[in-house]
């Protein structure tokens, strides 16, 4: 199965600012996945990164916010911008997986506290 | 939209206990059934799926879940926990067939006492 890197594992940040999550993974593959899994909840997509077009993004979630980039078929980035503590989560970046392309696979996450 | 619901929240239980984790889902369509498992200090691992057939899916580590479609449900069981078992499980759905797009539950903590 693919290998989902990612970087920073965590991080502590100050409001207002903006950081970026790196998502590598092992293989080339046509989509990469946002999460974000804030405290005490479950997990939700943020967007889809498609590798040669602009980002889907999900209800609730905008572009300012959460700008993505896809310059390749195995790196992705979120930038998470003008960070409040409501940011404060662990964002995970995820691809499909499986016979059908079905399942998802995750990384580790990055978990971001801000202060 | 369709939604996850997991009752149980925090469960303890002895090593050799039977455990049923419970997990209903809202959606009238043809579902993708997941649980997922997160042990303490690692990244979320799929434990078993449903797609279709039988209803009752064997997973990893001798967990299984059966899919009862009349009750919306799908349940996690394992008959004899081990200390091991201890971690976040989380039961997550895909409707409509988008593969990417998961509902997960809120997740329930296990926690398995020697």
């Known amino acids: 199965s693919a290998v989902i890197s990612q970087k920073p594992s965590r991080d502590i940040c100050q409001r207002g600012t903006s950081l970026t999550i790196q998502c590598q993974v092992d293989?080339?593959?046509?989509?990469m996945f946002w999460y974000r899994q804030q405290p005490g909840q479950s997990l939700t997509l943020i967007a889809t990164?498609?590798?040669?077009?602009?980002?889907?993004?999900e209800s609730g979630f905008v572009i300012d916010k959460f700008p993505i980039s896809r310059p390749n078929l195995t790196f992705s980035t979120l930038t998470v911008s003008n960070m409040s503590p409501e940011d404060s989560s662990i964002y995970l970046c995820?691809?499909?997986?499986?016979?059908?392309?079905?399942?998802?696979?995750f990384g580790a996450g990055s978990r971001l506290t801000v202060l | 939209a369709q939604s996850v619901s997991q009752h149980n929240h925090h469960v303890i239980l002895s090593e050799a206990a039977s455990l049923e984790l419970g997990c209903n889902y809202s959606y009238g369509g043809t579902v993708n059934l997941f649980w997922y498992v997160q042990y303490p200090g690692q990244h979320l691992q799929l434990l078993l799926k449903?797609?279709?057939?039988?209803?009752l899916v064997k997973g990893i580590k001798g967990f299984e879940a059966e899919f009862i479609k009349s009750k919306f449900s799908f349940n996690l069981r394992k008959p004899s926990v081990q200390w091991s078992d201890t971690a976040e499980y989380f039961c997550a759905v895909n409707a409509g067939g988008t593969a990417s797009k998961l509902t997960f539950g809120t997740g329930t903590r296990l926690q398995v006492t020697l």
């Open positions: 449903y797609f279709s057939g039988d209803p």
């Open positions: 293989s080339q593959v046509t989509m």
């Open positions: 990164a498609n590798q040669g077009s602009e980002a889907t993004y």
């Open positions: 995820s691809v499909l997986q499986g016979a059908g392309a079905n399942v998802l696979t």
